[in-house]
């Protein structure tokens, strides 16, 4: 019984991404007009990895090289009244030591995008993506947690419309529903599913500031064993401070299982000429790959970014997560940290090193451990994009 409402769980997916691309499509084809401008990029990625822990333990590390391969292809599609996109990668890794994780796909993502403007009021969207990967880890964005190896991927939906009352208001209508479906090699195949509906108002008070008024609710489902199901209702304030520098804040109480816990958002994000720089905190809740339950989490994100000229670009991304769900055991503090040095050497071609350091700390399942893990990775890039269509203006 399990195995076929996971098949029909999936089949109902596939048939919404293949719907939305066959209207994409047929939107694009009834208002092709002279403005239409269509982008195709192709890439390729050759990367060199050094891991230090390839299997995410608390002792015992296992270090090894990966050489990776990468081909992607990039599409977009933008008229006056239609935007959409299609993106396709996957990665081919082969191991030094362990020639048994080699994999042609290692790694696979897959995704659709598309914005409709029925009317000068009302715009129609969605989102649709696919992420398959032999490293579970990756797909906890939020949490930042530890998973050990297994087959994991990761269905995405996420359609959307917003109405514009007066050129002051605006109501905005969404639904997400998010499935994971991991298959440890000596455990149970976990799948868990999480549905979002979302009706936000916001109002336009000043030329510089907007007030926000919204509603959220959210279902965890994992298996047929456990749902948790949460209610949100937040205030939020957005301020354009000078051209260059946004202040975003959003706060309320999360009502689960009878109980409050507050819910909040800020960011402050800065742009300048030579680089940028955000700073993001988020307390929320989310599903999370090796997890039984809604993890509540409070997470610190620093993003900076400096283009010192000579086409190099440098990256860096801190963060600092608490994960907590006592009811599951667990507790754990998570230090990520992200570096990236890129050098464009031509029109298409790029050469980039990057170091990816995590440090997770705490109770996981009841039991205390610590999983330190870093990479340093050397990668070329080629990559080459080709439009038809009125080309975009250049800034002087």
Do not use: C
């Not at 019984?1 to 009834?30: C, Q």
């Amino acid at each position: 019984m399990g195995a076929r409402l996971d098949h029909i769980a999936t089949g109902w997916l596939r048939r919404r991404v293949v719907a939305s691309h066959v209207l994409v499509g047929m939107i694009a084809s009834s208002s092709a007009s002279a403005e239409d401008r269509l982008s195709v990029k192709p890439s390729l990625t050759v990367e060199e990895v050094r891991d230090d822990n390839l299997f995410l333990t608390t002792s015992t590390r296992v270090t090894d090289s990966i050489f990776r391969v990468s081909p992607s292809l990039e599409a977009t599609f933008r008229s006056p009244r239609v935007e959409a996109g299609w993106r396709y990668s996957f990665d081919a890794e082969r191991y030094m030591n362990h020639p048994e994780l080699n994999a042609n796909a290692a790694r696979q993502t897959a995704g659709t995008t598309w914005r409709f403007v029925a009317s000068e009021r009302l715009t129609i969207g969605t989102d649709a993506s696919y992420f398959r990967t032999h490293t579970p880890q990756e797909l906890n964005l939020t949490t930042a947690l530890a998973s050990a190896r297994a087959n994991a991927e990761r269905w995405e939906l996420a359609p959307s419309v917003t109405y514009k009352m007066s050129p002051q208001n605006q109501a905005t209508v969404a639904y997400s529903y998010t499935r994971d479906f991991t298959r440890y090699p000596l455990a149970t195949a976990v799948l868990s599913e999480t549905d979002s509906g979302r009706f936000a108002f916001k109002r336009q008070v000043t030329a510089a500031d907007a007030a926000i008024v919204e509603y959220q609710a959210r279902r965890f489902t994992f298996g047929s064993d456990r749902s948790d199901l949460s209610h949100v209702v937040s205030a939020g304030w957005e301020r354009r401070i000078s051209s260059r520098t946004d202040v975003t804040l959003q706060v309320g109480p999360r009502m689960a299982a009878g109980r409050f816990a507050p819910e909040a958002a800020l960011s402050l994000k800065q742009r300048r000429d030579r680089g940028d720089i955000a700073v993001e905190y988020a307390r929320s809740e989310s599903a999370s790959i090796g997890q039984t339950g809604a993890v509540g989490y409070q997470r610190l994100a620093l993003d900076l970014a400096a283009r010192p000229g000579n086409g190099f670009e440098v990256r860096v991304t801190d963060a600092v997560v608490r994960n907590l769900s006592p009811v599951d055991g667990l507790d754990a503090l998570v230090y990520a940290v992200d570096i990236n040095v890129t050098k464009s050497i031509g029109p298409w071609l790029a050469i980039s090193s990057g170091f990816h350091g995590v440090v997770q700390k705490g109770t996981v399942a009841f039991v205390d451990g610590t999983i330190p893990h870093s990479a340093i990775m050397l990668r070329l890039v080629a990559a080459r994009q080709l439009t038809t269509g009125p080309q975009p203006d250049r800034q002087p």
